[in-house]
């Protein structure tokens, strides 16, 4: 079992920062890849970004150039760095784990980007 917590979500004007963070537990070591999706207001859900065991990472292409996926494993946390915010990124964003093929979600915390 895994348990996936989000934080560092809120308000932000255009242009600025956020970064998000995932904190897992459970069987960390089953993990093998995690990833960041949003749904946005009248939205399906949709991927971000994603990082593999090995360090790959994968951009959904609006996202590219301003957004970049992490992983500290010594605090077994995935983190988003979110710039150059647009009010198109406002959503609910959730970070998964996938083990065996199996997608566990967090409870989603909300980014909100006015203009």
Partial sequence: Q???VESGGGLVQAGGSLRLSCAASGSIF???AMGWYRQGP???RELVATI???GNTNYADSVKGRFTISRDN???TVVLQMNSLKPEDTGVYYCNGWVAGYAYWGQG???TVSS
């Fill in 42 to 44: 009248g939205k399906q």
């Fill in 2 to 4: 895994v348990q996936l």
């Fill in 74 to 76: 010594a605090n077994n």
């Fill in 52 to 54: 593999t065991k090995g």
């Fill in 109 to 111: 915390t909300q980014v």
């Fill in 30 to 32: 089953r993990i093998n």
